[in-house]
């Protein structure tokens, strides 16, 4: 069996597709999560990976199920 990395792009990718479907600023959801604006930048770039606490911060601010994050990233680095 072939391993599968964690592409942190594909996470970036995701996370950046639900914050925008929302109509959400990054300026917005950072200052909901609690995290730097240029932090939630950077991990939408794919230059830096969501811890779980940030990844959960980040869902709850876009108000989006950590769950169904998670599910879509899974589905994308399977395909």
């Not at 300026?27 to 959960?56: M, Q, W, Y």
Request: hydrophobic letters at 45%; proline letters at 4%; aromatic letters at 6%.
């Amino acid at each position: 069996m072939a391993m599968i990395y964690l592409d942190p792009v594909v996470v970036g990718d995701v996370i950046a597709e639900f914050r925008k479907s929302k109509g959400l600023s990054q300026e917005v959801v950072s200052g909901f999560a609690d995290i730097g604006r240029t932090h939630l930048s950077a991990i939408e770039r794919g230059e830096r990976k969501p811890t779980l606490e940030t990844l959960f911060r980040i869902s709850r601010a876009i108000r989006v199920p950590m769950a169904d994050i998670v599910r879509e990233i899974e589905k994308r680095i399977q395909d």
